[in-house]
């Protein structure tokens, strides 16, 4: 599992409140990524990093923000939460090997917003 | 912006029959692309990753091709068990921080 964990793993929360979840690895990988998966859209880029304190936008960015201030840790927060952003969260790494990059998938964390 | 298809959306096949998943891409222009499984309500296990200089890569039962020019990948599955049912997913990476784009996926059931 590329010793990849996600927390929580499962939360249900309520439309405006902050959400904050977390990705935390083990091995010092430099990338590290965050996807939706939703019903009838597969699974979509909402940000990444490339490193510490160094974040780009994906595909869905919108509402979302991201936090990087150690290598280990990745944080997805949902600054006021909506009920479009009920879905599964997927954190990942890139494990770099020369010009070889595959990436390895968390657990996911399944959010509901009601 | 790269588009990644993956047909059909849903196969049954006998036990014992190969398995033929495919997977297309409309800019052939990518870094590395990356065969999943997933089961219900579980994360994605990677299964193969080809990188663009390579043409196939194989793994046990599994092997998965890839024709850039074409914006081609097949995943084979040799003599299919129902353990190998599950969702099969597609991703294409870029150079610029291997950002992947999925397929919808394919859901494969064998049956005994």
């Known amino acids: 599992d590329a010793g990849i964990t996600q927390s929580p793993r499962h939360k249900v929360t309520e439309t405006g409140t902050p959400v904050t979840l977390r990705c935390h690895q083990t091995?010092?990988?430099?990338?590290m990524y965050w996807y939706r998966q939703d019903p009838g859209h597969g699974l979509r880029l909402i940000h990444y990093?490339?490193?510490?304190?160094?974040?780009d936008k994906g595909e869905v960015s919108d509402g979302y923000s991201v936090s990087r201030s150690k290598t280990e840790d990745f944080l997805l927060t949902l600054e006021s939460a909506t009920s479009s952003q009920t879905s599964v969260y997927f954190c990942?790494?890139?494990?770099?090997?020369?010009?070889?990059?595959?990436?390895?998938f968390g657990p996911g964390t399944r959010l509901t917003v009601l | 912006k790269q588009e990644v298809t993956q047909i059909p959306a849903a196969l049954s096949v006998p036990e014992g029959e190969n398995l033929v998943l495919n997977c297309s891409f409309t800019d052939s222009a990518i870094y590395n692309l990356q065969w999943f499984r997933q089961d219900p309500g579980k994360g994605l296990t990677s299964l193969l990753l080809i990188q663009s200089s390579q043409r196939e890569q194989t793994s046990g039962r599994l092997n998965a091709s890839l024709d850039k020019s074409s914006g081609r990948s097949t995943l084979y599955i040799a003599a299919s068990q129902p353990g190998d049912s599950a969702t099969y997913l597609c991703a294409v990476g870029g150079a610029a921080g291997n950002k992947l784009t999925f397929g919808g996926g394919t859901r494969v059931l064998v049956k005994p």
């Open positions: 091995e010092n990988h430099r990338y």
């Open positions: 990942a790494i890139s494990e770099e090997q020369g010009y070889r990059n595959e990436q390895f």
């Open positions: 990093s490339y490193g510490v304190k160094d974040t």
